[in-house]
């Protein structure tokens, strides 16, 4: 239902919604305070991290189940399932596996961009 008002909509308007929308765009991206590398290292922790977890449950899991029969056992199979079982973890860890890396790099993020501002603060 068009009645025939058309808003008024002043340059001033314009420029400030222009100017908060590129000071959101700004602060999008280095709202951490950390350089690349930085965020790059607490996404590889991160997933370290979660690898790590990973294989101690399958290890874990693993060691519930009886020995296999079949192939022998000894100490060269033993190697041989824990380097498997630290590969499916890592692989698990990369696309996605748990959903622990995204929240543990989360959390890294906002710990050392924490530990930024206290250093940027004392540096004044």
Request: proline share 2%.
């Amino acid at each position: 239902m068009d009645i025939g008002i058309s808003p008024i909509i002043t340059d001033t308007d314009n420029a400030a919604a222009e100017k908060a929308r590129q000071l959101q765009r700004q602060t999008k991206g280095t709202s951490t305070g950390l350089s690349p590398q930085q965020l790059k290292e607490a996404h590889k922790v991160s997933q370290d991290f979660e690898a790590l977890f990973v294989g101690m449950m399958l290890q874990s899991m693993r060691a519930t189940v009886g020995k296999d029969k079949l192939t022998g056992g000894g100490h060269g199979e033993e190697i041989y399932r824990s380097m498997l079982d630290q590969e499916y973890a890592a692989a698990a860890a990369k696309r996605g596996g748990l959903g622990l890396a995204p929240l543990i790099e989360k959390d890294i993020i906002r710990q050392e961009s924490r530990t930024a501002v206290k250093k940027t603060d004392h540096q004044e």
